[in-house]
C-alpha cells in the first residue's frame, strides 16, 4: 500500500512559479513509477509527468513540456513537480500517483486526493 499527499499549491500570477510535492507512505514508493496528473474543471483528467523508480527517466505531456520539472528523492519518499512560466491554463488540481509498468503502458494503482493551483492573468 502506498499512501499519497500533496502540497504547495496555491495561487499565482501568470508567468510565476511554484513546486509541488507529494509525500510517500509505504515501502514500495522507491520501486514505483510515479506520476503528476492534473484535472480542470469540466475537463478529462490530463497527464503532466512521470519518472521512473530511479529517477533516471522523465516524460512530459505536450503542454507543459519544457516549463515543468518532475524530480523524486526516494530517501525522503516524496515527488516533485517545478512548474514555471505558468498561465492561466495550467488551473487545475494536481494528483500524483504511484504505479508500475505493465505490458503497454503504466497502471496507476495509487492517488493522492490533489493539490489546487489557480493561475492568474
Known amino acids: 500500500q502506498v499512501q499519497l499527499v500533496e502540497s504547495g499549491g496555491g495561487l499565482v500570477q501568470a508567468g510565476g512559479s511554484l513546486r509541488l510535492s507529494c509525500a510517500a507512505s509505504g515501502r514500495t514508493f522507491s520501486s514505483s513509477v510515479m506520476g503528476w496528473f492534473r484535472q480542470a474543471p469540466g475537463k478529462e483528467r490530463e497527464f503532466v509527468a512521470r519518472?521512473?523508480?530511479?529517477?533516471?527517466?522523465?516524460y512530459y505531456g505536450a503542454s507543459v513540456k519544457g516549463r515543468f520539472t518532475i524530480s523524486r528523492d526516494n530517501a525522503k519518499n516524496t515527488v516533485y513537480l517545478e512548474m514555471n512560466s505558468l498561465k492561466p491554463e495550467d488551473t487545475a488540481v494536481y494528483c500524483c500517483?504511484?504505479?508500475?509498468?505493465?505490458?503497454?503502458?503504466?497502471?496507476?494503482?495509487?492517488w493522492g486526493h490533489g493539490t489546487q493551483v489557480t493561475v492568474s492573468s
Open positions: 519518472i521512473t523508480w530511479s529517477g533516471t527517466a522523465t
Open positions: 500517483a504511484a504505479g508500475k509498468a505493465v505490458y503497454g503502458g503504466i497502471s496507476y494503482d495509487y
